[in-house]
């Protein structure tokens, strides 16, 4: 049977939601430039080989350090293993991918080669690392459906028009803060601190602050007839 | 950097429910036992090394070949990458793992050395293939509650008890079919064919026969808050 050794690599898909090229929020993605051939030029997700002492979290935890700060980066998943054997130049190398997510306020020190991107508006980028981010925010939308993995993108504490905003930022369209509420607090994935936001400039009645009401990945769909007994 | 090159296999989680073992349907997987050293008489998960020539799809789908019928897999999923450095003796060998469905009705020849064992009585399995088969059973049950997954573990038409028996099977706790059918019917997963079973040697009302609305995987709680526009 014809096979031969193989590299393996690790690559992170970094979101935040943040408004740091428009107004408006918007989904962007943690890419640094290529100084070097291949792809000289071109933008890549962090990321690169796995030692032989590390396992994949390891690897990606190590590699995204030199990056980002990674205390900053609220959740952390396998994605996908690319494997094309043409994907790239050279001896064969595997990509296991993951999703990392950074929360809305956070502003990570950035090395000068790396910079948050607009998924909608991406740069000229190297191999396959495009349809990984594309990969990246198919699994985000999904699990904001059916998880709550919407803490891994808010502040602490919001208000319900900061939600709504971080939701549509990173679903692509707009939602409704109304029925956002009503559908997460009636699943219990959001929680009413008790407590109102500071009024803004704009005057108006203080709006009330909301949390999640967990900070590990859960499933909020389990719908009832499916639920284990006791 | 430290880092080695590394030889990368592909290993299949494959389940039917059936009832093989006992009168009651249990989720079973497809195991085959090593006649070679190392871990000569252990239990394996399906699979190999990855090729020069294949991506990990088109290697499991030939691995899988050897074992079975691979038009019997109603569905293949890519799950977890297992990296840890010391999982199997030799040269550092990642494994990428993937979750294949098999409906209960097919009964796919089997060679010699393959078996399916109950996922609830496991028997003495090889290297860290134990675990694999916890994480594949983690999955499906998570994807039980929020996607359509179903139609690859059931007959194309069946009656509501067959249904309960295949949840329950795979679930590993017992379901209520009136609550299946009213949850599934509701979200759009499950569709009355307008037919009934033949009524069995026990008498009685002929059972209505529904069947899976896709044969494709969807996540089935998309709500409304977070449905895109249109």
Not at 142 to 168: C, Q, V
Request: hydrophobic share 40%; aromatic share 6%; net charge positive.
């Amino acid at each position: 049977m014809p096979h031969t050794s193989t590299e393996h690599e690790v690559l992170a898909v970094v979101f935040q939601v943040g408004d740091a090229h428009s107004r408006k929020p918007a989904l962007n993605v943690l890419l640094w430039q290529r100084a070097l051939e291949p792809e000289r030029g071109k933008w890549s997700l962090p990321g690169g080989r796995l030692r032989a002492d590390e396992d994949l979290t390891s690897s990606v935890r190590r590699q995204l350090a030199e990056k980002v700060d990674v205390r900053e980066i609220a959740h952390l998943e396998q994605l996908a293993v690319f494997s094309d054997p043409g994907r790239a130049p050279g001896v064969r190398t595997i990509a296991s991918t993951f999703l990392g997510l950074v929360p809305s306020v956070a502003s990570p020190e950035l090395p000068p080669d790396t910079r948050w991107h607009p998924v909608s508006d991406l740069p000229e980028m190297a191999f396959d690392h495009r349809p990984m981010v594309e990969y990246a925010r198919t699994r985000l939308v999904a699990k904001l459906s059916y998880t709550n993995i919407g803490f891994a993108l808010t502040p602490k504490e919001f208000a319900l028009s900061t939600l709504r905003d971080i939701y549509g930022a990173a679903l692509g369209y707009q939602v409704d803060a109304t029925n956002l509420q009503r559908v997460l607090a009636r699943r219990g994935v959001i929680t009413p601190t008790g407590t109102t936001a500071h009024p803004g400039r704009s005057g108006g009645r203080p709006a009330a602050l909301y949390r999640f009401t967990d900070s590990q990945l859960r499933v909020t769909d389990e719908f009832a007839a499916l639920r284990p007994p006791g």
